[in-house]
Each structure stands twice: as structure tokens, then as C-alpha cells.
């Protein structure tokens, strides 16, 4: 585990973004830099990169402000739930137990490739378009992270006035993160 939090952008008093651990994952030897995600509610820091991409805002501290709005009552982005998956004998299952792991797009060589159409056989891939269809994706991307194909899936389905925002990672532990973003 390491702390690369020292130097980074201070969050002040920010109610609902906080600071997370860090940790250098060896995957298939290579290594993998990647933070704990919160499990509700709350958001880390490396969580907003993702947000900020997907969501197609301009820069973080906007982001920031509309995350922070949540303390006034207003629902504007939140945090539904962050589970491990678990392989079981139906499929998959949220594991609460273990922090989710996401691989920070900051430390590490990220590439994402959107996603047309899907493989059979792919993991949380699989998972994600069996529940909702990759045509029902307003768009969706795989992400390699240095060098590990499909490393992550993330999409965002319209569900009318606010969109659902998916993160999974389709490398052991999997996961899945799931955001409502209200317009």
C-alpha cells in the first residue's frame, strides 16, 4: 500500500469527496496503481477523473460543486453502491466485506476504446449487457490499463431526467460501481 495522496489537490472541507488509500496491484506482473472506492455515499478524489470523463464536464471543481450540492438536500450526483463481485454458482454476487479496488486513471497508462458491439465470454462485460444491452448504453467504453485489455467497462444509460453511470472492473477482484447523475 502506498500514499500518493501528499502533493495532490487539497479537498478542503468537502463533505462527500475524501482521501482514500492506495494500492500496487500485481496483476499477471504488471503492476497496477489503485485506490479504494467508498462504499456510498462518499467519493474518492480518483473517483472524480472518472466522473469527469464520462460526465463530459470542463474541470473537476465544477464536478466538485455539483457533488458537494448534496448536503443542501439537493440530489445531483450520488453514489449508489460500490460492491465487489463475487463469482457464485448463479453468476455473480456483491461482496460488501473487501473494499472495491478501481485502477486510478491518473498513475496508471489508461486507454479507453468504445464499445460497438459485444464479445461473448468477457466477464463483468458480459454482466453489464445480459442486465441491460449495449444498445441501451447512451455510450460505453472499455478501458486497458497498462497494457490489460478490457481492464474496466463504463457506460451511461438515459433513464429521462437522470442518467445511470456504470463502472466495472472485469479484472479479479471484479467490481461494479453504480452513480445516479441527475440533469
Given at each position: 500500500?502506498?500514499?500518493?495522496?501528499?502533493?495532490?489537490r487539497r479537498?478542503?472541507?468537502?463533505?462527500?469527496?475524501?482521501?482514500?488509500?492506495?494500492?500496487?496491484?500485481?496483476?499477471?506482473?504488471?503492476?497496477?496503481?489503485?485506490?479504494?472506492?467508498?462504499?456510498?455515499?462518499?467519493?474518492?478524489?480518483?473517483?472524480?477523473?472518472?466522473?469527469?470523463?464520462?460526465?463530459?464536464?470542463?474541470?473537476?471543481?465544477?464536478?466538485?460543486?455539483?457533488?458537494?450540492?448534496?448536503?443542501?438536500?439537493?440530489?445531483?450526483i450520488e453514489?449508489v453502491f460500490?460492491?465487489?463481485?463475487?463469482?457464485?454458482?448463479?453468476?455473480?454476487?456483491?461482496?460488501?466485506?473487501?473494499?472495491?479496488?478501481?485502477?486510478?486513471?491518473?498513475?496508471?497508462?489508461?486507454?479507453?476504446?468504445?464499445?460497438?458491439?459485444?464479445?461473448?465470454?468477457?466477464?463483468?462485460?458480459?454482466?453489464?449487457?445480459?442486465?441491460?444491452?449495449?444498445?441501451?448504453?447512451?455510450?460505453?467504453?472499455?478501458?486497458?490499463?497498462?497494457?490489460?485489455?478490457?481492464?474496466?467497462?463504463?457506460?451511461?444509460?438515459?433513464?429521462?431526467?437522470?442518467?445511470?453511470?456504470?463502472?466495472?472492473?472485469?479484472?479479479?477482484?471484479?467490481?461494479?460501481?453504480?452513480?445516479?447523475?441527475?440533469?
Open positions: 500500500m502506498i500514499d500518493l495522496s501528499e502533493g495532490e479537498t478542503g472541507e468537502l463533505e462527500y469527496v475524501r482521501k482514500v488509500k492506495y494500492h500496487v496491484e500485481d496483476i499477471n506482473g504488471v503492476e497496477v496503481t489503485s485506490f479504494e472506492v467508498p462504499y456510498i455515499r462518499y467519493f474518492a478524489e480518483d473517483e472524480l477523473v472518472y466522473l469527469e470523463a464520462l460526465l463530459d464536464f470542463k474541470n473537476t471543481d465544477d464536478l466538485v460543486k455539483r457533488i458537494d450540492e448534496n448536503k443542501l438536500g439537493r440530489k445531483t453514489k460500490a460492491y465487489r463481485l463475487k463469482q457464485a454458482g448463479s453468476g455473480f454476487e456483491p461482496w460488501p466485506i473487501e473494499p472495491v479496488l478501481l485502477p486510478s486513471l491518473v498513475h496508471n497508462d489508461a486507454q479507453p476504446n468504445p464499445v460497438y458491439e459485444f464479445n461473448a465470454g468477457s466477464g463483468a462485460v458480459e454482466l453489464a449487457s445480459l442486465t441491460y444491452g449495449l444498445n441501451r448504453f447512451l455510450f460505453s467504453y472499455t478501458v486497458s490499463i497498462n497494457g490489460i485489455e478490457d481492464f474496466l467497462f463504463m457506460g451511461v444509460l438515459n433513464k429521462g431526467f437522470y442518467k445511470e453511470v456504470y463502472i466495472l472492473r472485469n479484472i479479479e477482484p471484479m467490481a461494479i460501481i453504480k452513480y445516479n447523475v441527475y440533469v
